[in-house]
């Protein structure tokens, strides 16, 4: 009688425990298809977006349309053109090679092009980590008359490399498109085949990404979702710009469904050993040993305190962004087809639910007195030199940066905490001896400042 109890309360626990499953899964779906349907509307362009967890999907959707004019509904199989997130591929490509002893991470730039300025200062290393001070050429005014050209890799070196350097090598950190377009061509030179060749032979067709291609505006590329742009409110087909030239920075496609398997790949350590991939997502720092929140070819960040590795891409007529929470091996990616919508934030916001760490919205506010409100108004100093005015109107607290016009309301998620709407700038203020501090916080990055003065 007793054993028949017993397994009567563990099939009792068994049946709570997964009808407890089910509802946070379905609550977790509820909250990203209403994340998801505020920025995409059924009769404009779309999105794709896909969760998983350890390895298996838990959330895959679209929204909108994949073609206008034909009035083609989005579908999760369609292909998107995914901008920066190709500096993966290239950033594993180069640790690849590396792997085979065929370059060295310390190579100056000066070995592969003898001719290059600074090259002999230069290593693949700041090429990898934004560091080299090369500028970037998408930031070059004259980029804009020959976006349509079809250049050799080489050649279209020529066309920014004697542009002035923007800082000495390992310096500063500034996101660098041509950075990676020579380690495009790094890559051809040590391993004797073309960028496309390399990454459909050695990656895509090794980890079974049939969906996934160097892109291309002339071949037929199956479930092609059209990328378009809006301005004053009317969309248009994007801007056409050669392949050529977002090269190995850019220009590669592929499809939610592949991602994932490349996000596999990485964690299983497929590609390259865990030794290996691990310098992928190492926290370099600067000659003065400042830290730069980037690795190889992701940016290192964080979820209310959970650390995060990531990117996100830009073309004309596409925008990509992908998290990875490795600690609770979490995977989110998301594309939209139009330049007009980026998923940034509502990526970040997705992985947050899904490890159950969410962003604080205006909704989670907690009540405080008038006179709780009033202590933290000022003028605050910050140690970037920054200034913020921290204002109230009608027992509303507002954040101003001097010089902008732009004032952001502050919800209160504890008497001496503050949140913007979407949770990711947060201020934490505290007293001690009478001097006022708060910390402004935008995810990882976190500036400190200093009362400066009282608001009446």
């Known amino acids: 009688m007793k054993n028949r109890v017993q397994i009567k309360k563990g099939i009792l626990s068994v049946l709570c425990f997964l009808l407890t499953s089910m509802v946070s899964a379905q609550n977790l ?31 895959k959707k679209a929204y909108g349309k994949a073609n206008l004019e034909l009035d083609v509904n989005m579908k999760p199989k369609n292909v998107f053109e995914i901008g920066s997130i190709t500096k993966q591929f290239t950033a594993v490509s180069i640790l690849m090679l590396l792997e085979e002893g065929k370059l060295d991470l310390e190579n100056k730039l000066a070995k592969f092009i003898p001719n290059y300025p600074k090259g002999k200062e230069i290593t693949i290393h700041h090429l990898l980590t934004h560091t080299s001070g090369i500028k970037s050429y998408t930031s070059m005014q004259k980029f804009g008359e020959v976006t349509t050209q079809d250049v050799e890799p080489l050649k279209f070196i020529d066309f920014f490399k004697n542009e002035p350097m923007d800082f000495e090598p390992g310096e500063q950190y500034k996101y660098n498109n041509s950075g990676y377009f020579i380690l495009g061509y790094i890559i051809e030179r040590v391993s004797g085949i073309s960028y496309p060749e390399f990454v459909e032979e050695r990656i895509f067709k090794k980890l ?46 592929s499809n939610v469904d592949d991602m994932l398997r490349w996000q596999t790949a990485i964690r299983n350590n497929t590609l390259v050993k865990k030794e290996t991939i691990e310098k992928a997502f190492t926290n370099y720092a600067l000659n003065n040993g400042k830290k730069i929140d980037y690795g190889y070819g992701w940016s290192l960040n ?29 995977y989110v990616i998301v594309f939209s087809n139009c330049g007009c919508k980026s998923p940034t934030a509502l990526t970040i916001k997705i992985a947050g639910l ?103």
């Open 208 to 253: 079974n990404m049939n969906s996934s291609s160097y892109g291309s505006h002339v071949k037929l590329i199956k479930n092609r979702a059209i990328g378009y742009r809006k301005r004053n409110g009317d969309y248009s087909n994007a801007q056409y710009i050669s392949m050529s030239l977002p090269y190995a920075a850019g220009s590669l496609m």
């Open 354 to 456: 899904a490890i159950h760490k969410p962003f604080p919205t205006g909704n989670n506010a907690v009540s405080l007195s008038k006179e709780e409100l009033q202590k933290w108004v000022g003028t605050y100093k910050f140690e970037d030199g920054g200034i913020r005015l921290v204002t109230m109107e009608n027992n509303q607290l507002y954040s101003q940066r001097k010089g902008s016009s732009s004032k952001f309301k502050m919800y209160p998620t504890s008497p001496n905490e503050f949140s913007f709407e979407d949770g990711f700038y947060t201020y934490k203020f505290s007293e001690k001896k009478g001097k006022k501090t708060v910390i402004f916080q935008n995810r990882i990055k976190k500036e400190k400042g200093m009362l400066t003065a009282n608001q009446s």
């Open 29 to 59: 779906e509820s909250e990203i298809d209403e994340i998801l349907k505020v920025q995409f509307k059924d009769n404009e362009s779309g999105v794709v977006a896909l969760v998983a967890k350890k390895g298996n999907v838990i959330y």
């Open 302 to 330: 964080e979820i209310n305190g959970v650390p995060t590795v990531e990117h996100g891409g830009s073309i004309p007529g596409y925008k990509s962004m992908g998290v990875y929470v490795p600690s609770e091996d979490v």
